[in-house]
């Protein structure tokens, strides 16, 4: 793997996600905003993170939280002003952080104007050939055009008064653009440049295996009970069309535009790899989140063969391999591989699931975890909060609950509220640091303030000590750009040579012997020459 140099500095970046919405609220509606993200960025540049990717602070109704835009080139008034964008902008460049922003462009919000004209133009005008309407089966058009689910559960399609069908992948306040349409892709150009303009370096982009769908719009056979996206079943009509390639060509001309530095990251939930990775062929996106590693369970061989495919697939395209344990849609990890095996994706957990998560166990398990993946070669993600060890909030009470799966599925799944929890920062202040009213749009656990940052900040052994130290020695052994050379190991063990360090990892419970050497970075509390289980260290 080539050594990064500032154009291809994403080949070894640890980019840490922000949650708007819940990372720092500064004017006290217990909604986080930009300002809030402003003055806290300089614990991300102590935390020694090359980047920041922010979810979306578009204008938005908040139905899917600003995951269903209504204007792609403006501030949500809940998070801010463009003004406040420009200024975190610049401070995180001050600081040496770069920025990556989300694009949603599978869908826009119902209330964007483009699909309120395409509401009052009626069927058959070019206003609504942006989106994906049909004419429904059945005598009268009253059944849906085809037999698709959303994600989120239910039909994917919704009825207007005229009788016409729109499609909807995700929540009915999604509409779906047809992206068969150039006038579609010509307003999606702009709206990259717009960002660009103001200095972004780059973008996250949202559900980017999704924007085209197989022609004619076919049933997909057997019906599923309800969404999923993707990765499992093949061959779905919605999911991983050939066509989406073209678009990220265009799209990668125009970034090249701007130099080599700015990137496009895409969020693909495909399956296999293989095929993954022609999300990130070299005229095409930077990287993509490696979703199969996120969904591995803590165990030493299915650990070093979605490792040893992940870095051949990506490999053979010229890509880093990425490594992803938790970000806003998945149960937060040390909460998820507590259990085994893992619930589904999008079930979350809630006062009622049949299991719940151990939080001591969890806790070491999360940081051994993350110490391993932080030794791998490629480029790293970091969600808001897994830096202080935060486990997924399981006794949300339903009334507080917000994610639209949590509705659509009439209580059946809890969605994805409990990773999305405001993070704490000072043990002692209102809402623990995040809001200095003491407002939280969901409210935060008794216990929160034991992982407030402040409380764990210079502390030996704390995990947010861990996470500093491990991304620091990453760092300075350059593992990012290292070659990984399996070790021979016990059934349970994972060992491998990067650099001038040895990582081990006992993903079981009896501890094993401890090769010897001085101990750079250690998950977790080390025995006399013994590695106790669920822990990791690097070994000089
Ligand atoms: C992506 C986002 C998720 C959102 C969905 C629809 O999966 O990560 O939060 O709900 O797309 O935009």
Redesign the pocket.
Known sequence: MPSATSDDWWRTAVIYQVYPRSFADSDGDGVGDLVGITQRLGALAELGVDAVWL?PFMTSPQR??G??VADYCDVDPLFGTLADFDALLARAHDLGLRVVV?L?P??SSSEHPWFQAALAAGPGSPERARYLFRDGLGRDGELPPNNWRS??GGPAWTRVPDGQWYLH???SS?PDFDWTNPWVGDRFREILRFWLDRGVDGFRV??AHGMIKADGLPDYLPDPDGGS?GGDEPDVPYWAQDGVHAIYRDWRTVLEEYGPERVLIA?A?VRPLTKMAHWVRPDEMHQAFNFGYLETPWAATPLRAIIDDSLAAFGAVGAPSTWVLS???VIRHPSRLALVPPPPQGDGLGPMSPRKPDEVVGLRRGRAATAFMLALPGSAYVYQGEELGLPEVVELPDAARQD?TFFRTGGKLYG?DGCRVPIPWEAEAPAAGFSPSGESWLPQPESWGSYARDAQRGVPGSTLELYTAAIAARRAHRLATGDLEWLASAPDVLAFRSRELTIVANTGSTPVPLPAGEIVVASGPVGEGLLPGDTTVWIR
Request: glycine content about 0%; cysteine-free; hydrophobic content about 35%.
């Open positions: 979810s899917d939280a995951y269903d989300d949603v599978n869908h994600v989120f992948l995700f929540d999604q949202d559900v996206m969020e939930w970000n806003h849609d639209p994805r």
